[in-house]
């Protein structure tokens, strides 16, 4: 057992913000494990950090059981979920949670309400945001009547993101230009049980995304607060950070803050809006109610967001919190090389070579680059040996396959 005055920290299904958490409590003194699911080997190189391999298996039984066996130990536990699926096992089994393991999901106070978009989507409205006009899509048949009243063009996406994202991938927002559209849209998910959102389209760009990550207490308070503007996000339009700054976001955040004190939540959580380029007000997206993404923006920009979370959490004192820098740069390599080959193709090539460079330009600004750590390069020496195994082993395929 560990002497250091912090918790055990476990992270459940760590990735890219996982293992931002991770370093910063190792380097704080505390114990880490990571439960890594099988197939993520590159998450369990961090250094200093230990690791269970379990897979989720529909239920997360695996997941549980690794708790209770880390908790047998009788030392007090940090648990954190970095991935929506982690959240929403600890909210809906907050009994088998181990009375020495703490965690905001088993408050039960607002998680499973915001990460439904649609009853997030009524409390944001409770809190008098602006909020896209949304429909629940049961049945393509139901599109016609909706045609009428819907403001062409819309977005179509599953209620659930986590439910999506196991089926169908990471592209799961699309924008549709009438109701023929959509139906082609949501006819293979609704067969499968997956429910599906209409919404209203809010215009403007990857850049007029922002977040602001926050956590809140019960009490009100919010001992940890700094925002992210987007510039670029993997998919495009609809995706995750792939570069971003942090800013103070003043809207944004009081959005957020309307939006949580509404809920009563209690938790860790990023609440997205996207800024309208022609009017400037801000519009409510989602609530994602577990570590986002871009978490290690919140240490890379001083507002100390990792000790913070944990001492929150653990209910030990805080004293104030400290003023995150603006300008302060993240970069996820993984996701950016996409949107980079995307952008590049779509330029003539003569325009390549300078376009390429003004891409790469904000990772001069960059603190934060996700699983490529200078600190901490086993991680993404471990990926950089995947990929490289695996495009060898199609190579050698290929290459013994008829015909060659």
Known sequence: ?????????????????????????????????????PGHDWETRSRRVEKVVAPFDGDGEPWLAAIERLAASGEALAVLPMTDRGSELLAKQARRVPANARCFEVSGTGHLALMDKETADAIARRAGVNVPWTAVVHSVAELDELAREAPWPCVVKPIYSHDWRGRYGEERVFVVRDAAEAAARVERPLRDGVGMLLCQYVPGGD???????VVRLADGSYPVCFGCRKLRQSPRGFGATAVGFSDPLPETTALARAVLDEAGFVGVAGVETKRHPETDERWFIEVNVRVPAQWGLGDACGADASRRLVSALTGRELGPAPAPRAGVGIVVPLLDATVVRELLREA???????????LLRPYLRARELGLLDLRDPGPGLAWVRAVAGRALKRLATAAGAPGR
């Open 1 to 37: 057992m560990s002497a250091s005055p912090w918790p055990h920290v476990v992270v459940l299904e760590p990735h890219s913000s996982g293992l931002a958490l991770s370093r910063a409590m190792v380097r704080a003194g505390a114990r880490v494990t990571n439960v890594v699911a």
């Open 207 to 213: 850049a007029d995304v922002e977040e602001a990550i």
């Open 348 to 358: 003539p090539p003569a325009r390549r070579p300078a376009l390429l460079l003004r």
